[in-house]
T-cell receptor, first 114, second 114 residues
């Protein structure tokens, strides 16, 4: 059974710092990996998708890496801003029975202090 | 502006009542997921459909939950009878099959069973 773990569970840093969120998964047979952001009381917003054949993806101040063989992904946020405060979730997309199935970690609650 | 639409956004009901939640996936997406989010369990996959056919509903309590896709533009999740432990936020997501496609989530239905 695929398990996804995110460390740390919560992180608080001052504005302007660069930071890294970690995601690990137990089964490397994944289709792709997706990072999401969730604001309190809101839905999930997709940030980045990394295909299983890729090593990293970048979008603005965000960079996500994937090391499938070791079962790890990181989300790097550069020059953090208070607006980045949210819960960040990673999800692995399992290829099972010919279809896709997202399994989520518990998330990292990020607070950026002005 | 393509988005997944869920209705209702909020629902308060009494224990024992039937609850129906609806989801309109993004046009052209052939995979639809239902997730439940609670503080304790995080995001749990309840069921998912591909091309309107149910592929996996192993995460769903079979005795009271049912999920259907009567057509390509509508997915429903029904709880009958509802119980207080069903209180959670229910999310619908849709995607196109393929390693390079992202899953997009609706805003969720916040269900409270009293």
């Amino acid at each position: 059974k695929q398990e996804v773990t995110q460390i740390p569970a919560a992180l608080s840093v001052p504005e302007g710092e660069n930071l890294v969120l970690n995601c690990s998964f137990t089964d490397s047979a994944i289709y792709n990996l997706q990072w999401f952001r969730q604001d309190p009381g809101k839905g999930l917003t997709s940030l980045l998708l990394i295909q299983s054949s890729q090593r990293e993806q970048t979008s603005g101040r965000l960079n996500a890496s994937l090391d499938k063989s070791s079962g790890r992904s990181t989300l790097y946020i550069a020059a953090s801003q208070p607006g980045d405060s949210a819960t960040y979730l990673c999800a692995v997309n399992l290829l099972g029975r010919g279809a896709q199935k997202l399994v989520f970690g518990q998330g990292t609650r990020l607070t950026i202090n002005p | 502006d393509a988005r997944v639409t869920q209705t209702p956004r909020h629902k308060v009901t009494e224990m024992g009542q039937e609850v129906t939640m609806r989801c309109q996936p993004i046009l052209g997406h052939n995979t639809v997921f239902w997730y439940r989010q609670t503080m304790m369990q995080g995001l749990e996959l309840l069921a998912y459909f591909r091309n309107r056919a149910p592929l996996d509903d192993s995460g769903m309590p079979k005795d009271r939950f049912s999920a259907e896709m009567p057509d390509a533009t509508l997915a429903t999740l029904k709880i009958q009878p509802s119980e207080p432990r069903d209180s959670a936020v229910y999310f619908c997501a849709s995607a196109r099959t393929g390693s390079d496609t992202e899953a997009f989530f609706g805003q969720g239905t916040r269900l409270t069973v009293v």
